[in-house]
Nanobody, 123 residues
Framework: QVQLVESGGGSVQAGGSLRLSCAAS????????MGWFRQAPGKEREFVAA????????YYTNSVKGRFTISRDNAKNTVYLQMNSLKPEDTAVYYC????????????????WGQGTQVTVSS
Protein backbone atom coordinates (compact mmCIF):
# COMPACT_ATOMS: atom_id res chain seq x y z
CA GLN A 1 0.00 0.00 0.00
CA VAL A 2 1.29 3.47 -0.93
CA GLN A 3 -0.28 6.76 0.12
CA LEU A 4 0.62 9.90 -1.82
CA VAL A 5 0.36 13.52 -0.66
CA GLU A 6 1.13 16.41 -3.03
CA SER A 7 2.25 19.87 -1.98
CA GLY A 8 3.80 22.98 -3.47
CA GLY A 9 0.97 24.23 -5.63
CA GLY A 10 -0.05 27.86 -5.71
CA SER A 11 -0.58 30.92 -7.85
CA VAL A 12 2.16 32.38 -10.00
CA GLN A 13 2.47 34.77 -12.91
CA ALA A 14 3.37 33.56 -16.38
CA GLY A 15 7.09 32.92 -16.65
CA GLY A 16 7.36 31.99 -13.00
CA SER A 17 8.33 28.72 -11.34
CA LEU A 18 6.90 26.27 -8.86
CA ARG A 19 8.20 23.04 -7.38
CA LEU A 20 5.70 20.34 -6.59
CA SER A 21 6.45 17.55 -4.14
CA CYS A 22 4.74 14.21 -3.67
CA ALA A 23 5.49 12.45 -0.41
CA ALA A 24 4.82 8.73 -0.31
CA SER A 25 4.27 6.48 2.65
CA UNK A 26 4.98 2.78 2.50
CA UNK A 27 8.11 0.74 2.34
CA UNK A 28 7.80 -0.12 -1.35
CA UNK A 29 8.01 3.42 -2.80
CA UNK A 30 11.32 2.78 -4.49
CA UNK A 31 9.89 -0.14 -6.48
CA UNK A 32 7.25 2.02 -8.21
CA UNK A 33 7.46 4.22 -11.26
CA MET A 34 6.11 7.66 -10.38
CA GLY A 35 4.33 10.21 -12.48
CA TRP A 36 2.73 13.61 -12.52
CA PHE A 37 -0.61 14.33 -14.14
CA ARG A 38 -2.85 17.34 -14.44
CA GLN A 39 -6.49 18.03 -14.98
CA ALA A 40 -7.90 21.37 -16.03
CA PRO A 41 -11.61 22.20 -15.61
CA GLY A 42 -13.71 20.43 -18.21
CA LYS A 43 -10.79 18.36 -19.49
CA GLU A 44 -9.56 14.83 -18.99
CA ARG A 45 -6.64 14.03 -16.76
CA GLU A 46 -3.42 14.46 -18.77
CA PHE A 47 -0.08 12.72 -18.42
CA VAL A 48 2.69 15.25 -17.69
CA ALA A 49 5.86 13.37 -16.69
CA ALA A 50 7.09 10.05 -15.35
CA UNK A 51 10.24 8.61 -13.84
CA UNK A 52 11.22 4.96 -13.44
CA UNK A 53 11.99 3.49 -10.04
CA UNK A 54 15.82 3.95 -10.19
CA UNK A 55 15.30 7.51 -11.42
CA UNK A 56 17.45 7.21 -14.54
CA UNK A 57 14.73 7.33 -17.20
CA UNK A 58 12.50 10.38 -17.58
CA TYR A 59 9.46 10.90 -19.77
CA TYR A 60 7.53 14.08 -20.60
CA THR A 61 4.54 15.14 -22.60
CA ASN A 62 5.60 17.40 -25.46
CA SER A 63 4.02 20.56 -24.08
CA VAL A 64 6.27 20.59 -20.99
CA LYS A 65 9.57 19.39 -22.45
CA GLY A 66 12.37 21.81 -21.67
CA ARG A 67 10.29 23.54 -18.96
CA PHE A 68 9.45 20.83 -16.42
CA THR A 69 11.79 18.40 -14.69
CA ILE A 70 10.75 15.31 -12.77
CA SER A 71 13.03 13.81 -10.15
CA ARG A 72 12.83 11.50 -7.17
CA ASP A 73 14.63 10.87 -3.91
CA ASN A 74 14.01 7.27 -2.89
CA ALA A 75 15.66 7.84 0.49
CA LYS A 76 13.03 10.50 1.23
CA ASN A 77 10.15 8.68 -0.49
CA THR A 78 9.48 11.82 -2.50
CA VAL A 79 9.04 12.70 -6.15
CA TYR A 80 9.33 16.27 -7.41
CA LEU A 81 8.18 18.29 -10.39
CA GLN A 82 10.15 21.46 -11.03
CA MET A 83 8.08 23.70 -13.27
CA ASN A 84 9.75 26.66 -14.96
CA SER A 85 8.56 29.17 -17.55
CA LEU A 86 4.99 28.51 -16.53
CA LYS A 87 2.20 29.43 -18.91
CA PRO A 88 -1.51 30.09 -18.28
CA GLU A 89 -2.31 26.82 -20.06
CA ASP A 90 -0.42 24.97 -17.31
CA THR A 91 -3.21 25.90 -14.92
CA ALA A 92 -4.71 22.69 -13.51
CA VAL A 93 -4.92 20.43 -10.52
CA TYR A 94 -1.71 18.40 -10.47
CA TYR A 95 -1.73 14.83 -9.22
CA CYS A 96 1.01 12.34 -8.59
CA UNK A 97 0.54 8.68 -9.28
CA UNK A 98 2.41 5.44 -8.70
CA UNK A 99 2.41 2.38 -10.90
CA UNK A 100 4.53 -0.69 -11.45
CA UNK A 101 5.63 0.52 -14.89
CA UNK A 102 6.13 3.83 -16.70
CA UNK A 103 4.00 2.47 -19.55
CA UNK A 104 1.03 2.29 -17.20
CA UNK A 105 1.54 5.91 -16.16
CA UNK A 106 1.84 7.06 -19.76
CA UNK A 107 -1.50 5.34 -20.31
CA UNK A 108 -2.92 7.29 -17.38
CA UNK A 109 -3.23 4.13 -15.31
CA UNK A 110 -1.97 4.13 -11.76
CA UNK A 111 -2.05 1.88 -8.76
CA UNK A 112 -2.15 4.81 -6.35
CA TRP A 113 -3.09 8.48 -6.63
CA GLY A 114 -2.72 11.58 -4.51
CA GLN A 115 -5.50 14.09 -3.88
CA GLY A 116 -3.98 16.81 -6.05
CA THR A 117 -2.62 20.32 -5.65
CA GLN A 118 -3.86 23.39 -7.53
CA VAL A 119 -1.54 25.31 -9.82
CA THR A 120 -2.80 28.60 -11.22
CA VAL A 121 -0.78 30.63 -13.72
CA SER A 122 -1.98 34.12 -14.51
CA SER A 123 -1.05 36.09 -17.62
Amino acid sequence: QVQLVESGGGSVQAGGSLRLSCAASGRTFSSYAMGWFRQAPGKEREFVAAINWPGNSLYYTNSVKGRFTISRDNAKNTVYLQMNSLKPEDTAVYYCGAATTVVMLQGRRGDYWGQGTQVTVSS
